[in-house]
């Protein structure tokens, strides 16, 4: 009983609330909702990673340990809870709001303006979108630890706006699954991160299987991916394939800089470790 109350609660707020039910996805209207807006985000993204990279932090003391520490462990904490919060939601959405059969319309949409992009699903979608704005703090909390920044993060989290604003503007099939999967990952992520940042130590092999953990994500995306084309092409096309083609293609390149990461930061280190046991 406890359980199915609780469950119950949970369809309500995440699924059934007026703010969630009636969302509508308007562009020019809803935040975010025109591609100047993401162009925007992106260029000052990029601009302010430069500005502060260069001009900025080198100029200023570095923020006390303690400091940056509480920083980051409520940056991680606000990423962990909204990271389950859409993943719950979304999935919740999905399985509440879908028409028949609800596993393939998780996949693909119906085409020719029979999706409109509303609901609890593009609720989620939307929240999402402007979680990866959030998100990019990532980055200022690495050039404020005075860490190095890689091509793979800053490549990431700016074309990932990009990307989730494709979702709703094209009314992207295969979004739900995608958002539950990303987020779900991120679930995982963010608690790794939140107990490092509150100064739990884990030994290295569980920071590399969060890399792998992300790397399986990309493979699992052209799985879903395959299920997608062949009701494409088998039950009369699916919605938003233009923004699908982008988000392939963003995947791959990402999928392809993960790999390149993980052998240099891992492999590297594996050896390393070989040649000290000898």
Request: hydrophobic residues 55%; positive net charge; contains cysteine.
């Amino acid at each position: 009983m406890a359980a199915a109350s609780l469950l119950s609660r949970a369809r309500w707020l995440l699924v059934e609330h007026p703010a969630v039910a009636s969302f509508r996805w308007q562009p020019g209207r809803t935040v975010g909702a025109t591609p100047s807006f993401a162009a925007a985000v992106i260029c000052g993204y990029l601009a302010a990673v430069l500005v502060l990279r260069r001009l900025v932090l080198p100029r200023l003391p570095a923020l006390p340990p303690p400091a940056l520490r509480a920083l980051s462990a409520a940056h991680n904490a606000v990423l962990l809870a909204l990271s389950a919060a859409m993943a719950g939601g979304c999935a919740l959405s999905t399985a509440a709001t879908a028409p028949a059969p609800r596993w393939a319309w998780a996949f693909c949409f119906p085409p020719r303006g029979a999706t409109e992009a509303s609901g609890p699903v593009f609720f989620w979608a939307h929240v999402f979108y402007l979680s990866k704005v959030y998100e990019l703090g990532d980055t200022l909390l690495i050039l404020l630890a005075r860490r190095p920044l890689t091509l793979l993060h800053v490549y990431h989290h700016a074309l990932v706006v990009a990307m989730c604003y494709l979702w709703l503007a094209t009314r992207q099939s295969l979004m739900p699954v995608a958002l539950v999967t990303n987020a779900g990952v991120h679930v995982v992520m963010y608690s790794y991160y939140l107990s490092c940042s509150v100064g739990l130590r884990w030994p290295g092999r569980w920071k590399r299987a969060v890399t792998e953990l992300q790397i399986a994500q990309f493979l699992f995306s052209f799985a879903a991916s395959v299920v997608m084309l062949w009701l494409h092409f088998a039950a009369g096309g699916c919605e938003g394939m233009a923004g699908w083609v982008f988000n392939a293609v963003f995947n791959a390149s990402l999928l392809a800089l993960f790999l390149n990461f993980h052998g240099a930061a891992y492999k590297g280190a594996a050896k390393a470790n070989k040649g000290k046991a000898e």
